[in-house]
């Protein structure tokens, strides 16, 4: 089974992340392709960038550099749980992101984003940009979250949007699994 790692990306205590990240997690237990780890970016608590070296040359001096490497290896795909803060997207994702070059490469990424009148679209649309840099495939199909909050239940914290983002969720899925399998032809050496 390919390997999906969904990244919670929000990292502020308070957040709401992780009730998203579970939603989904849900659905792509449900959809059944992908073998899964949940990549919380609170818990992975990366400094700053501190390496020295370009991160293309893979010369890491921290230990914390050395782990993150070993995990964004095993990946063969990845959705990002993504808010938007002021339009763009959370620094801990592009902070996380720029530690790595080669790790990242020929995979694709899906989004599930969340906010209020826009989804969380502007961070999408941002981290995008940054992806492509790395030889990473954004996903077009996506599931975007409006209004998320509403779908909270403030008795239990659980969040459960409704059919049409779940159906959302099995149609990004289905894209994902198609380039997961196109892009590991694309990560053998080339002779
Ligand atoms: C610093 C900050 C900036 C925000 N900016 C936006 C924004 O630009 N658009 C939006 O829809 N919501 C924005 N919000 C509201 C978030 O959608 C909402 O707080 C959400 O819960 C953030 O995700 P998190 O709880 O996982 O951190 C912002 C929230 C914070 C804390």
Redesign the pocket.
Known sequence: MPHLQIFIV?T?P????PL?AAWFEGRARQHGHFDIEIVDLAEVNLPLMDEPEHPRLQRYQHDHTKAWSARISKADAFVFVT?????SA?PPLSNAIDYLVHEWAYKPVGFVS?????G?L?SVQMTKLLVTSLKMVPMYEAVALPFF?NSIDPATGVFSPGEVQAKAAVVMLDELARWTAALAVLRTPVP
């Open positions: 929000s502020r308070s957040r709401k992340g998203v808010p938007e803060y002021n339009f959370p969340y906010g209020g009148v826009s969380g502007r909050a």
